[in-house]
């Protein structure tokens, strides 16, 4: 048995007993009957739980249906399949840290980054519920490095044209305010004031049976009022709804047009990126941005900001160099 204190000033006792280490951390120094005792006990309830992990993560859900989103419950009903089969079978009794990290390395092998860094964080509560002395320390892959898209103004513009007269026209406008489609399909005609200002409360997403539900939305910031030309605002009281159809049909609409005029593929929240340079490029500051658009951290209007002081550089050096060549004509 071990007893180390640690940085933050607690104690972690631990112990392994027929392969498995098992730890325990507490506030204060214990003395070794009452390591002894707070071992036994956690030793006990990994002992008595003999459910499969696939249980416990059934378990786990069921007890947030009423908590997370639809969309989040959606999601982690399906992440247990994509689990090594073994992972899944194994009793919740038997899982230490080493199987854990066995089972991030072989979804690496198949997976995104992305991916199964969302699959260990699913794993990780669902331990932290059945197994709350379980101590983690999970070597995951880094994300990879990667620069925002910013669709090109010129090309919004041919698609806006085509948009023009059918049902897609209005959201592909909101969407340049920085709206999200889940957004925008939720809208209705009383979310738009008088003042011009459109209210955004709430989301349009599937829930785990595949049923399309209004919701709050994604983030207590994405909670805000959006103010729209008048222009807009009067097309869609003419109109007398904002849209009528799902998430999907913009984006559907949106990649036939694309590939109708020649263009590069971008989805619809990549217009999301074009309101937050357009801005950028006018001298808003990001805490303005960011709340305009409803992001909850700083970091994606950040890199849309570094990217397009890159863009910038870039035409100062292309300009730089014409200047020089220019000596040489």
Same mark, same amino acid.
């Given at each position: 048995?071990?007893?180390?204190?640690?940085?933050? *000033?607690?104690?972690?006792?631990?112990?392994?007993?027929?392969?498995?280490?098992?730890?325990?951390?507490?506030?204060?120094? @214990?003395?070794?009957?009452?390591?002894?005792?707070?071992?036994?006990?956690?030793?006990?309830?990994?002992?008595?739980?003999?459910?499969?992990?696939?249980?416990?993560?059934?378990?786990?859900?069921?007890?947030?249906?009423? =908590?997370?989103?639809?969309?989040? $419950?959606?999601?982690?009903?399906?992440?247990?399949?994509?689990? &090594?089969?073994?992972?899944?079978?194994?009793?919740?009794?038997?899982?230490?840290?080493?199987?854990?990290?066995?089972?991030?390395?072989?979804?690496?092998?198949?997976?995104?980054?992305?991916?199964?860094?969302?699959?260990?964080? /699913?794993?990780?509560?669902?331990?932290?519920?059945?197994? &709350?002395?379980?101590?983690?320390?999970?070597?995951?892959?880094?994300? &990879?490095?990667?620069?925002?898209? $910013? @669709?090109?103004?010129?090309?919004? #513009?041919?698609?806006?044209?085509?948009?023009?007269?059918?049902?897609?026209?209005?959201?592909?406008?909101?969407?340049?305010?920085?709206?999200?489609? !889940?957004?925008?399909?939720?809208?209705?005609?009383?979310?738009?004031?008088?003042?011009?200002? =459109? +209210? $955004?409360?709430?989301?349009?997403?599937?829930?785990?049976?595949?049923?399309?539900?209004?919701?709050? &939305?994604?983030?207590?910031?994405?909670?805000?009022?959006?103010?729209?030309? +008048?222009?807009?605002?009067?097309? =869609?009281?003419?109109?007398?709804?904002? /849209?009528? !159809?799902?998430?999907?049909?913009?984006?559907?609409?949106?990649?036939?047009?694309?590939?109708?005029? !020649?263009?590069? +593929?971008?989805?619809?929240?990549?217009?999301?990126?074009? /309101?937050?340079?357009?801005?950028? %490029?006018?001298?808003?500051?990001?805490?303005?941005? #960011?709340?305009?658009?409803?992001?909850? *951290?700083?970091?994606?209007?950040?890199?849309?900001?570094? +990217?397009?002081?890159?863009?910038? %550089?870039?035409?100062?050096?292309?300009?730089?160099?014409?200047? =020089?060549?220019?000596?040489?004509?």
């Amino acid at each position: 048995m071990e007893i180390e204190r640690l940085p933050s *000033g607690s104690y972690r006792i631990r112990q392994r007993y027929n392969g498995q280490r098992y730890s325990v951390t507490v506030d204060h120094k @214990p003395s070794n009957k009452e390591a002894l005792e707070l071992l036994a006990e956690v030793m006990k309830d990994v002992v008595a739980d003999k459910s499969s992990f696939t249980a416990a993560a059934e378990k786990y859900i069921s007890l947030k249906a009423n =908590i997370l989103s639809p969309r989040t $419950i959606r999601e982690y009903k399906l992440y247990p399949a994509r689990l &090594p089969d073994w992972f899944r079978r194994m009793p919740v009794s038997q899982i230490t840290a080493d199987s854990v990290q066995q089972c991030v390395n072989e979804l690496s092998g198949t997976c995104s980054p992305k991916t199964v860094r969302s699959l260990h964080g /699913f794993i990780s509560a669902v331990l932290k519920r059945a197994r &709350p002395h379980l101590a983690l320390n999970t070597t995951l892959p880094k994300l &990879p490095k990667s620069e925002p898209y $910013i @669709p090109k103004k010129e090309d919004l #513009q041919a698609i806006l044209a085509v948009a023009e007269g059918t049902q897609y026209s209005i959201p592909l406008k909101l969407a340049c305010y920085g709206l999200r489609r !889940g957004e925008i399909c939720a809208l209705e005609l009383s979310d738009l004031d008088a003042q011009d200002v =459109i +209210h $955004i409360t709430k989301d349009l997403v599937q829930d785990e049976k595949g049923n399309w539900v209004k919701k709050p &939305p994604k983030t207590p910031g994405s909670v805000r009022n959006v103010l729209i030309s +008048h222009e807009l605002a009067e097309e =869609i009281r003419k109109q007398g709804y904002v /849209f009528k !159809g799902f998430p999907g049909t913009i984006s559907n609409f949106l990649a036939r047009t694309q590939k109708k005029l !020649g263009l590069e +593929h971008f989805s619809i929240h990549k217009l999301r990126h074009l /309101f937050a340079s357009i801005l950028l %490029d006018k001298g808003y500051d990001l805490k303005t941005i #960011q709340e305009l658009g409803g992001w909850m *951290g700083s970091e994606t209007v950040s890199n849309i900001y570094l +990217h397009s002081l890159k863009l910038k %550089d870039e035409e100062k050096r292309k300009k730089i160099s014409s200047d =020089i060549s220019s000596f040489f004509d």
